[in-house]
């Protein structure tokens, strides 16, 4: 069945060549939140060492999970959308329930485009980014389930 939530942006992205279409493999959610969840145990790995690296693991592993309710609807980002377009369709789509995906898009911009050389995240920052990801990609894999080919 299609989810009818957030249509009208879904809509306005494809025909902005933000998000494209896909079937057959492209289109299996699972693999992406096994990904996801891959991500998400090496981000843990290395939280006290490298902070940074840690929270822009975990925002990646988030991001696959988000991918993966795209995909799951038949639908990728594409380069032209990137990063945003699918934080678009998940804000449109699911709102409160990955609300928190947003915010660690930018926290991850942030390091990875400081203003300033000496912006980094500290272990606490890691934790608490790992535990976000964590939620989401929960709330991904119990999702998937009910999604359809948009």
């Not at 990728?76 to 377009?85: D, E, F, K, Q, V």
């Amino acid at each position: 069945m299609r989810w009818s939530t957030g249509e009208a942006t879904v809509e306005r992205l494809l025909a902005s060549g933000h998000i494209e279409r896909v079937q057959g493999a492209q289109a299996d959610g699972a693999s992406w939140l096994d990904r996801a969840r891959r991500g998400l145990e090496a981000a843990r790995a290395i939280a006290e060492q490298a902070p940074d690296s840690s929270v822009v693991l975990a925002y990646d592993a988030a991001r696959q999970a988000c991918v993966a309710l795209l995909a799951q609807q038949g639908l990728r980002p594409t380069t032209a959308g990137g990063h945003y377009a699918t934080e678009e369709v998940i804000r449109a789509q699911f709102g409160p329930a990955l609300r928190a995906f947003g915010g660690l898009r930018r926290r991850r911009n942030e390091l990875e485009y400081p203003q300033y050389p000496t912006e980094q995240a500290s272990p606490a920052e890691a934790t608490e980014t790992l535990s976000t990801a964590a939620e989401i990609i929960d709330a991904a894999a119990k999702l998937i389930p009910n999604l359809g080919f948009f």
